[in-house]
């Protein structure tokens, strides 16, 4: 049975109603969050936390229990059996029910939180031997720093991708390569890591972060700087980094490939050293509660 996270309570998922006049289902009016549980610990969670509170404040929800998500995270995996697992916890938050209207409830009513977990492996298809992705010029809204459940433009260009065989869409806004649908992306020139810098028109990534990080201790050069989609034919390495699939090396960008068709150096050193600290870290089986 698949137990889940309603409003303060834990509950078999499919008892759970959410109201016809939640703001999330009539505007797409709430955030979420997703963090990634590697077989006894969250992986910075602490990150996840603060960008979570961060959406909530961008988009004025105000939910009192914001920093219950780490216990009770960690209660879903265990009620779900999950402990000796990969899983992913998916968070929504939204600005709660009432009557329909643009206008945010006056007063102020509770928000509508929902979280739940299900089994996940990283290592899907393309992870070792590298994806086929496309760009696309960038129709969303202009806060996509903000991790709201607002998706459709970017499944619409998902979809695409996938209908055409490909395993992400990546943007570009004036010119520029921003990110992808579901993903952040770096570039690998001349040895020196470059992607988009924080901006209204991307995510801040955890994974995008921890990338920083060790590639710093790899001694790896990183510049958050943006590159213009006419320069894709100067770069020797890509990947697309999320919580979900971590490091995806990128082989091919629309019918231009990458390097030597393969994932490059940089990018497999990155990986090995993703996946070395994810081990050291199981070893003690860290938890961020």
Known sequence: MNIAYFNGNFLPK??????????????????????????????????????????????RINWPGEDSFPAFAEELIERNQLSDRQALIYLQVTRGASPRSHAFPDPEVPPTVYAFVNEFNSHLPGSESGVRIMLKEDFRWNRCDIKSVALLANILSFQEAREKGLWECVFVRNGLITEGSHSNIFFVINGILYTHPESHYILSGVTRKNIFRIAGEAGIPVKEEPLPADKIGTIQEAFTTNTSAEITPVIAI?????????????TKLLRKNFDAEIISLGKGKTKFT
């Open 14 to 59: 499919d008892e759970i109603r959410i109201s016809p006049d939640d703001r999330g289902f009539l505007f797409a009016d709430g955030i979420y969050e997703v963090a990634k549980w590697y077989e006894g610990f969250f992986f910075d969670m602490e990150s996840h936390l603060i960008r979570m509170k961060r959406s909530l404040r961008e988009v």
């Open 254 to 266: 629309d019918d231009l490939k990458i390097g030597n068709g393969l994932p490059g150096p940089v």
